[in-house]
């Protein structure tokens, strides 16, 4: 069954250090895979998408994933965070055959220490 | 442009009872999703509506239900409400379902909680 996983379930950065929030999936062709914020309170926001192409995508905000095949990951990147990063992030995958159904990895919270 | 819209923002209700979210899609978007998100945990998807039909199901049994209108609007229902069932309800719609991947885009959510 198509499945992700987020392994990380807290993470606390210093502000401009450097982040990586790690997902894998589970699914035997290359699926749809994004990157969602939620801040508390509020829906998720999408950050970014990877369909196929450029295995380096670039969102808003600052941030960018690498889908790596070998690995079945697709993990998200941000070269220097700000005290405005603090949310949760929430990894996604779709099935190539099961539009719009998209499915959430448990997410990561991140903390941002001053 | 406006985007996704949910009402109520919060809702309290008692063990048994029913409930009804309602959920206005993002202009342009013609497919509905929602999904139940608990305390602590990603979302879980209940179901999708397209063309007024349901298309697709998590699973949840059949104490939830759905519906969408003309306008593609959207609400979920909820019956024999249980304890369980207190999370916030995130309404998302897209364009599909024939636009495979077609990113979600996501309401502020109904917080439910049944006491």
């Known amino acids: 069954a198509q499945s992700v996983t987020q392994p990380d379930i807290h993470i606390t950065v210093s502000e401009g250090a450097s982040l990586e929030l790690r997902c894998n999936y589970s699914?035997?062709?290359?699926?749809?895979l994004f990157w969602y914020v939620q801040s508390p309170g509020q829906g998720l926001q999408l950050l970014l998408k990877?369909?196929?192409?450029?295995?380096l995508v670039q969102g808003i905000k600052g941030f960018e994933a690498e889908f790596k095949r070998s690995q079945s990951s697709f993990n998200l990147r941000k070269p220097s965070v700000h005290w405005s990063d603090a949310a949760e992030y929430f990894c996604?995958?779709?099935?190539?055959?099961?539009?719009?159904?998209?499915?959430f990895g448990s997410g990561t919270r991140l903390s941002i220490r001053p | 442009d406006a985007g996704v819209t949910q009402s109520p923002t919060h809702l309290i209700k008692t063990r048994g009872q029913q409930v009804t979210l309602r959920c206005s899609p993002k202009s342009g978007h013609d497919t509905v999703s929602w999904y139940q998100q608990a305390l602590g945990q990603g979302p879980q998807f209940i179901f999708q509506?397209?063309?007024?039909?349901?298309?697709q199901r998590g699973n949840f049994p059949d104490r939830f239900s759905g519906h969408q209108f003309p306008n593609y609007s959207s609400e979920l229902n909820v019956n024999a409400l249980l304890l369980g069932d207190s999370a916030l309800y995130l309404c998302?719609?897209?364009?599909?379902?024939?636009?495979?991947?077609?990113?979600?885009?996501f309401g502020n959510g109904t917080r439910l909680t049944v006491t």
């Open positions: 699914y035997g062709a290359t699926p749809y």
């Open positions: 996604a995958s779709t099935g190539y055959s099961s539009a719009s159904k998209i499915i």
């Open positions: 990877y369909f196929s192409g450029d295995t």
């Open positions: 509506y397209y063309e007024e039909e349901e298309r």
């Open positions: 998302a719609s897209s364009l599909g379902p024939g636009q495979d991947g077609s990113p979600l885009h």
